[in-house]
């Protein structure tokens, strides 16, 4: 006992990034095994090897907030930093959620209302926490203030659907439709300051904290591109939205995944000027995980809701030749004879892939570091 309790009470608080970067890893192996290996049981089983230890992540995290108590926990919560990683902690959470849906759907949405009860007491208390420690806006404030973004995504999936029999005319989550306000809103205050103070404060701004810069608009980009797929502009017999926002669907996503792109690139370039900070490995790696997979996942969702308007454009003129199977490119496909849609998939692939190599090299040495230090309290010990 007395081992595992010091093992557990050395966790950081950036375990947190690694589970929510494997949680998003995952996702992005099971977008790519489903374009290039949709073989039987292979999403299944990346699934149950991408999850298993993220969760586990969790739960130890979990335990060595209660076992380090509240007068420790509190002592934590007075850093705006630290605040972020608790946030982590919360949309690793939403995540879970989201893949339970899919084997659970009633538990999902109960867990999924808990969670989305807590989010805006963490965005809250984090800018408090910010207020009164005159913390300037950086990147780091992202997975604090951007998690309304993520509450509408899962939202759409765990409460909406299957709230009405009459799929023409679906009710409109409350839930929904204003985190998706509020996060865009947050957007459009934070993430100029923010750039601003990463390019124009270089000496201030020296650390792998940057990296989340690009969180912002990839997950603006992916709440947009999961409302489109599930259809939740479309959903205007009620007055949940007008028939003009419906129409301008796409062109908001189009905006959203271009200013993600951008914004990637200019972290990507901030990241490169300052790259004596990845000379050496360490804990700094992890803030790079998880804005890494946002960016893959905006790519690749794009690139799949541009595929189905294409081609729902095609069918709709009589030229659309059948032949897609679970994603995968086919000569008899329109998607295959279009050059921005080969290009976009490419983009999405590569970024993809980049994403999932860094989480796992960075997961596989934390890995080994966790292990010698396990080693070295057991020999401590005895």
């Not at 109960?110 to 408090?128: I, K, M, N, T, Y």
């Not at 839930?175 to 404060?201: D, E, I, K, M, W």
């Not at 794009?302 to 995968?328: I, T």
Request: glycine content about 6%; aromatic content about 10%; some cysteine.
């Amino acid at each position: 006992w007395g081992v595992a309790r010091e093992v557990v009470l050395a966790v950081p608080p950036a375990v947190n990034g690694v589970a929510l970067g494997l949680a998003g890893a995952t996702v992005l192996a099971v977008e790519l095994a489903a374009r290039y290996a949709p073989f039987f049981g292979v999403k299944t089983l990346l699934l149950s090897v991408g999850t298993t230890p993220a969760a586990c992540l969790w739960l130890l995290f979990l335990a060595r907030t209660v076992l380090q108590g509240r007068a420790a926990t509190a002592a934590e919560l007075r850093k705006p930093t630290i605040v972020s990683a608790y946030a982590a902690f919360g949309l690793s959470y939403l995540v879970g959620c989201q893949r339970l849906a899919l084997r659970l759907p009633r538990v999902s949405r109960w867990l999924a209302c808990a969670g989305f009860a807590v989010q805006p007491v963490v965005s809250l208390g984090f800018l408090r926490v910010a207020y009164v420690t005159q913390a300037p806006i950086e990147p780091y404030w992202n997975p604090a203030l951007f998690n309304s973004f993520v509450v509408s995504a899962v939202g759409s999936e765990v409460l909406v659907v299957g709230d009405s029999e009459d799929s023409e005319s679906p009710p409109c989550s409350p839930v929904v439709s204003g985190s998706f306000v509020v996060a865009l809103v947050t957007l459009v205050v934070v993430v100029p300051p923010q750039v601003a103070r990463v390019f124009r404060r270089r000496n201030e701004t020296s650390s792998t904290s940057i990296a989340a810069m690009m969180t912002s608009c990839s997950i603006w980009s992916i709440a947009t591109g999961v409302l489109i797929q599930r259809n939740f502009f479309d959903r205007t017999p009620r007055g949940c939205v007008s028939g003009a926002v419906a129409e301008a669907r796409y062109l908001v996503y189009d905006c959203a995944q271009a200013f993600s792109v951008v914004v990637t690139a200019l972290t990507v370039y901030a990241l490169i000027d300052r790259r004596a900070l990845l000379a050496t490995f360490g804990l700094h790696y992890v803030p790079l995980v998880p804005p890494s997979c946002t960016a893959a996942t905006a790519a690749l969702l794009y690139a799949d809701v541009y595929r189905a308007r294409r081609q729902s454009r095609r069918g709709a003129e009589g030229k659309y030749h059948p032949g897609v199977v679970a994603g995968v490119i086919t000569p008899n496909n329109y998607y295959y004879n279009n050059r921005v849609a080969i290009a976009l998939e490419a983009y999405a692939t590569a970024v993809a892939s980049a994403a999932l190599a860094l989480t796992l090299v960075v997961t596989a040495r934390l890995a080994a570091r966790a292990l010698v230090f396990f080693f070295d309290v057991c020999r401590r010990q005895h």
